[in-house]
C-alpha cells in the first residue's frame, strides 16, 4: 500500500499539522521517507510549534520539540509539553520528544525546541550527547545557548513568529506557570 503523503506531496501547513498529530510509529507507514528530505528546517520548527499550539489548547506551556535524523531527515521523535496535564514537572517538550525516540544515539540526530532549552533541558540534550540543536524562541527567554556551544553542540537560531507570539500570548495568560516551566517551583514565589 502506498504510503498517503509522498515525494510529490504539497508541503501545507495542514500536512505538517497531521503529521504533529500522528503518533511517531504510525509515521513510517504513512509518509514515504523522501517526504521527510524535502522539509526545511523551517518545517520541521512548524511541526514543533504545531505541537505547542497542541499543549496550548490542552492547557499547557506551549513548547514542542521534534527530533530527526540527520542522514534520513526523518521524525525519530516528537512531543508537546505537559507539565500541567499530566502533573509531572519533568514532561517538558524537549524532554516528551526524547521519550518519543527512545534510547538510541542523539549524536546523529537533531533537535528543534520551540523555545530555548530551559536548564534541566539543556543539560539533558549535552548528556544525550546531540550534535545540533535549533530553537524557535530566544525572544521570549534565552540563556543555554552558550553553554550548549561550549560542550560542543551546534546550536542555531531558527525563530518562528507563531511561535513567539503564541508564547507571549501564554506568557501574560499564566505567568505563574511560565516562570514555574522556565525556572523551577523554587522560582515562583520569588
Known sequence: MKPYITKESLVTEQLLNDI???????LSSVVEDDFFKKLSDADFMRIAVLL???SYDEGGCPIGGVIIDNETRKIVGKGHNTLVQENNPYNHGETSAMRDAGRKDFSLTTIFTTLSPCDVCATLIY???FSRVVVGNITSASGNEGMLREKGIAVEILEDQNGITLYE????EKPELDIEDWKGLAAVGK
Open 52 to 54: 505547542a499550539q497542541k
Open 169 to 172: 500570548k501564554y506568557r501574560k
Open 127 to 129: 548528556m544525550r550527547g
Open 20 to 26: 504533529a498529530c500522528l503518533p511517531t510509529s504510525d
